[in-house]
T-cell receptor
């Protein structure tokens, strides 16, 4: 157990569906992240929230919409996705003060394996 | 951020020490070296990090060369459960949270 919980573990959706991924951390961290990992590709950072404010958006298409209602919860709302969006979506958290070292160790959830048909 | 170079794959016998190298020749003075590993279909797991000095924790040891251009992760007594992809990442102190994840090293522990 890493202290970061993601649901659902698996999701199959059609291109016209709307779904949401949920992430919850029980570590008292202030920064939360969404990463995308496509098959046989390195992890790609999508979004970063620090103290509930979005600090990074890595040119992610608008069909991905993040939401961070508080420091413990992070959502990724999905709509009109494409088959190439099929991937493992990982949530992570860190203490978040941007000072490097121990404070920026990332704790990852197990991910949501998303398939878009 | 500095880029890292790792061998794509390595084998190690169970019970032996696994030594995973990483080159980060463009590293700057305030960049930390982090190591993570990812077991198939799971999220990456933090292993260890360092700046200048060698580090050791319950999982591994990290040896950083004096010029900081390379480092080695050492798993002292590898077990089958250590089979995973190992990532060496360099990030900047006070960075904007950007990590550059490469392809990592696929470590296979053999019985």
């Amino acid at each position: 157990e890493t202290g970061v919980t993601q649901t659902p573990r698996h999701l199959v959706m059609g291109m016209t569906n709307k779904k949401s991924l949920k992430c919850e951390q029980h570590l008292g961290h202030n920064a939360m992240y969404w990463y995308k990992q496509s098959a046989k590709k390195p992890l790609e950072l999508m979004f970063v929230y620090n103290f509930k404010e979005q600090t990074e958006n890595n040119s992610v298409p608008s069909r991905f919409s993040p939401e961070c209602p508080n420091s413990s919860h992070l959502f990724l709302h999905l709509h009109t996705l494409q088959p190439e969006d099929s991937a493992l979506y990982l949530c992570a958290s860190s203490q978040g003060r941007g000072q490097g070292g121990d404070e920026e160790k990332l704790f990852f959830g197990s991910g949501t394996q998303l398939s878009v048909l | 951020d500095a880029k890292t170079t790792q061998p794509p794959s390595m084998d190690c016998a169970e019970g032996r020490a696994a030594n995973l190298p990483c080159n980060h020749s463009t590293i700057s003075g305030n960049e930390y070296v982090y190591w993570y590993r990812q077991i198939h279909s799971q999220g990456p797991q933090y292993i260890i990090h360092g700046l200048k000095n060698n580090e050791t924790n319950e999982m591994a040891s990290l040896i950083i060369t004096e010029d900081r251009k390379s480092s080695t992760l050492i798993l002292p007594h590898a077990t089958l459960r250590d089979t995973a992809v190992y990532y060496c990442i360099v990030r900047r102190k006070n960075s904007n949270y950007q990590l550059i994840w490469g392809a990592g090293t696929k470590l296979i522990i053999k019985p």
